[in-house]
């Protein structure tokens, strides 16, 4: 449809659509629909729905028309701003009638008033230069507003402040006014700034406005409105101060003598050009106000997470079908979109409480690190205290507010915790199936390594413990299988071992896993993951292995004058020097 140009047309049992372009700087559109004729009578039996189609149903304006012969008129204020506007005409004469209508589409633009800055190099003293566009800007006389049907030749609608957009990371954008400070508002037009948030990547993140009048420029009768929409800026101050354009209701925000400072947070804000329009209204028989002019500092930024979630909380930035946005991940009862509510959350002392009962329950590892080292099972009780060490101290940095102890990044603490859970896990299964040294230690290397991999992979999928654990009970299932063939009997051949040993260790493991894939969530955190930390370092306690009973640890064959003796263990077939 071009502007104030009627197009014919003939609508059937199926809908027509039509498209209407709408440039910048439109303050209104009206379509309108003239000469209709159903069935050779005068009418206009026609539903017209006009939105995006991207838009919910509630959005979209829907006018019907009625049989009556005068024109049937839908006006749109603020459409959006550079782009195609979808029109959707349905009959409503029944399959077999037909509607033969002209479409025409009015649009009014005004003029804009631009500010410009100085360039460095001016090459004419009668050019200025528009900054956000690095372009040599026209006068406001001869702007071009597109193709729009009609220019109001009375005096500018509004001022545009041109704003520069400067990204300092992922979803975080500084905007900023070129060459000044604040923006001045008047009561007879509006002031406008433009935020480009049509990037793609800029819809995850919080954007937040902050506004603050100058305070000697206020006066006690003056109140500034302000106005923040998406597509197109609010305009009408005079007529309404509701903030809705054509298809949106934008966000309203005031400033006075009594309250000069303002802000806005808008979470999640949609992909598109976002206008931020302000202007000073003056109560009636208010002359001086007319002539009033007050400066207003803006401070206008996008960032992922506010305040950076505060000290309860944590900054996330999460992917999901190719869509990029941030979110706070609260701790300690604390809710909120920056951590702030405080309705359910803990107290210090519950703070502290919880973060010694993850710490201190780590403290259950010396019992499986003591039985190893009595047993000369010295790798596994290696492996125990690394573990040990690093879920204490993991556990000390994942708490919020005060009771938090870092010695390392955070994410590096993770991964050693996990790690250390799942080789220690690995290496009490192996143990326990009694393999012979050379095949024992190369399994604990090759699985540890694959555990490794697998938490680099998915930290927190469930498959990356159980996955090498079940691999390990295999190979322990078969070991003891094979020795129960071999020695006509059951393995271990010991009723106190099963009684004592093997069936609790068992049990408290089973139970730990059970705790820790079905019932761990993050209202009862601080406790069942302490009850996990004491079943497993318990259960690795008694499910290891005793020592060989025929064999001592350490004998020595022969003797020297010189004090060296060449000593040999008889299990490991290892010879050393001391």
């Given at each position: 449809m071009e502007p104030d140009v009627p197009l014919p047309h003939t609508l059937l049992s199926h809908p027509s659509y039509l498209k209407v372009f709408v440039p910048d700087y439109t303050r209104e559109l009206l379509l309108e629909l003239r000469d209709c004729v159903s069935n050779g009578s005068l009418g206009c039996p026609v539903r017209l729905t006009v939105g995006p189609v991207t838009l919910p149903s509630n959005f979209q304006k829907v006018l019907t028309c009625t049989s009556a012969p005068w024109p049937c008129r839908l006006l749109l204020p603020s459409p959006p701003w550079d782009r195609w506007l979808q029109v959707t005409a349905e009959s409503l004469v029944g399959p077999l009638g037909t509607v033969t209508f002209s479409a025409v589409a009015a649009l009014t633009a005004c003029r804009p008033q631009s500010v410009t800055v100085r360039p460095l190099l001016q090459s004419s003293q009668n050019q200025s230069f528009n900054a956000s566009t690095g372009l040599p800007s026209l006068s406001p006389d001869h702007q071009d507003l597109g193709r729009s049907g009609r220019v109001d030749r009375s005096p500018f609608c509004l001022t545009n402040y041109p704003v520069m957009r400067e990204d300092t990371d992922v979803v975080s954008v500084h905007f900023q006014l070129l060459d000044r400070v604040s923006v001045r508002v008047c009561?007879?037009?509006?002031?406008?700034?433009?935020?480009?948030?049509?990037?793609?990547?800029?819809?995850?993140?919080?954007?937040?406005?902050?506004?603050?009048?100058?305070?000697?420029?206020?006066?006690?009768?003056?109140?500034?409105?302000?106005?923040?929409?998406?597509?197109?800026?609010?305009?009408?101050?005079?007529?309404?101060?509701?903030?809705?354009?054509?298809?949106f209701q934008g966000y309203p925000l005031s400033l006075s003598a009594w309250s000069r400072r303002a802000n806005l947070i808008i979470p999640y804000p949609e992909t598109d050009n976002w206008y931020l329009s302000l202007q000073l209204m003056c109560p009636e028989n208010a002359e001086e106000c007319e002539q009033a002019v007050v400066h207003v500092e803006t401070t206008l930024y996008l960032v992922p997470c506010l305040n950076d979630c505060g000290p309860y909380g944590q900054c996330l930035l999460l992917r999901r079908h190719s869509y990029l946005y941030a979110g706070c991940s609260c701790k300690a009862g604390w809710r909120g979109w920056s951590c702030t509510d405080n309705s359910t959350a803990q107290t210090v002392a519950q703070q502290r409480a919880a973060a010694l009962l993850l710490t201190l329950s780590n403290l259950m590892f010396l019992a499986p690190i003591t039985v190893s080292v009595q047993r000369f099972f010295l790798v596994e009780a290696s492996v125990y205290a690394y573990t040990m060490f690093f879920s204490t101290f993991y556990h000390a940095c994942d708490q919020p507010g005060e009771a938090v102890l870092c010695i390392l990044n955070y994410d590096t603490l993770q991964y050693c915790d996990f790690l250390g859970s799942g080789a220690a896990i690995w290496v009490t299964i192996l143990c326990m199936a009694r393999l012979k040294a050379v095949l024992k230690y190369v399994l604990f290397l090759l699985g540890t390594l694959v555990i490794a991999m697998s938490l680099q992979l998915d930290r927190r999928g469930i498959w990356n413990m159980l996955g090498p654990c079940l691999f390990a009970f295999v190979i322990m299932a078969s070991?003891?299988?094979?020795?129960?063939?071999?020695?006509?009997?059951?393995?271990?051949?010991?009723?106190?071992?099963?009684?004592?040993?093997?069936?609790?260790?068992?049990?408290?493991?089973?139970?730990?896993?059970?705790?820790?894939?079905?019932?761990?969530?993050?209202?009862?955190?601080?406790?069942?993951?302490?009850?996990?930390?004491?079943?497993?370092?318990?259960?690795?306690?008694?499910?290891?292995?005793?020592?060989?009973?025929?064999?001592?640890?350490?004998?020595c064959s022969q003797k020297f004058p010189c004090h060296y003796q060449i000593c040999k263990n008889d299990r490991e077939e290892l010879y050393t020097v001391t």
């Open positions: 009561p007879n037009t509006p002031s406008m700034m433009r935020l480009r948030l049509n990037t793609g990547m800029d819809s995850g993140g919080s954007l937040t406005i902050s506004l603050r009048a100058n305070k000697t420029e206020m006066r006690n009768e003056t109140v500034i409105v302000a106005c923040v929409n998406a597509a197109s800026p609010f305009l009408g101050f005079n007529s309404s101060l509701n903030c809705t354009t054509a298809f070991m003891w299988t094979y020795r129960c063939g071999h020695r006509r009997q059951c393995y271990p051949t010991s009723w106190q071992r099963w009684t004592f040993y093997l069936l609790p260790g068992i049990s408290m493991a089973s139970v730990g896993v059970a705790i820790y894939t079905s019932m761990m969530t993050s209202d009862n955190y601080y406790y069942t993951h302490s009850i996990w930390h004491v079943l497993l370092a318990g259960s690795a306690a008694l499910l290891l292995p005793p020592p060989d009973e025929h064999t001592e640890p350490w004998t």
